[in-house]
């Protein structure tokens, strides 16, 4: 019998530029003991489904939301693109838009083409957020969803989120905030992001990034089941007759795992989390500004930074795995498993190279 050769993961210790961590040994854990359970044909695999429905609740708790709707996805693509879907469905027009802020994720060009939808993308203001007139522009009787971010993946900015969901609210549209990587760093801050702090009708919140649950894990939620309801089709083959999510076929793993992150993490642990990240990302922030590196100010734990590209490149064959903006800016995302030697020892190199 021919051996199954034996492959070593890759090491976090110089991943600076991912959204994603390194799980919870109780998530990951929890993950391999439901691998293969298929929480998309709920009837046939409750126990996991059970579990879905206890995360989901969760979700809601993290997000401000008493009675959630909603499933566990692949991620904020998934999440996104059956936002669009649904507000597509609900609404009654030949010629749907979406509006959303140049920071918006790339999902929703995903989805802008999957689904047949015109997506408006509009400016952000000085401050890397979506900007208010431009939006209310954009909108028009044919908007069938507003989209706002609660964590944007170049800056770490939060979209001013009331204002964006009265403007939708106003036009006819829903509003839907794409938190996937925000979504369990806020709660700790003064932001307005979530249920609680406006009257928003979708999210995208994944349990695989902050929430330190395996890949894949990501969750969608709304606020009322007209919205789930939506994006139903018939399944006749299966025990259960109808399904909502888009992949159909999931591993009980993202699941379990993600549900285990959460009660083991929820809330003191994510905090305390929280505090760390953010303290290393004002740490980088100060040590490039003394540099003289222009830097934009980390919000939240992510820290962009002007680099020659002769310094970004040398540092990539120094093995560290950094990220470029959209403008060209070094990227780094202080995820849980950055340290603050790793931060050090990123340090020392660019002092190196730049010398």
Known sequence: MQRVRRRTPQDFDRVLSSMCTVPHPDAQEEAVRFLSANPGDPATYQTVAELEGEAVDLLGKIAGLDRPEGYLASGGTEANIQAVRAARNLAETDAPNIV?????????????????????????????????????????????????????????????????????????????????????????????????DAPIDSMAIDPHKCGQAPVPAGGFLARDRETVDALAVDTPYLETTSQATLTGTRSGAGVAGALAAMEALWPAGYRASYRDQQANADYLAGEFSARGIDTVDPVLPLVAASLAPSTFEALREAGWRISRTATGELRIVCMPHVTREALASFLADLDRIRS
């Open 100 to 196: 959303a802020p140049e920071s918006a994720h790339f999902s929703l060009t995903k989805a802008a083409e999957v689904l047949d939808v015109e997506l408006r993308t509009v400016p952000v203001d000085d401050g890397y957020r979506a900007n208010l007139d431009a939006v209310s522009a954009a909108v028009d009787a044919d908007t069938v969803a507003v989209i706002g971010v609660a964590g944007t993946t170049e800056y770490g900015r939060v979209d001013p989120i009331p204002a964006l969901t009265e403007i939708a609210h106003d036009a006819g549209a829903k509003m839907h905030v794409d938190a996937s990587w925000g979504g369990f760093l806020l709660p700790f801050t003064d932001h307005e992001w979530s249920f609680a």
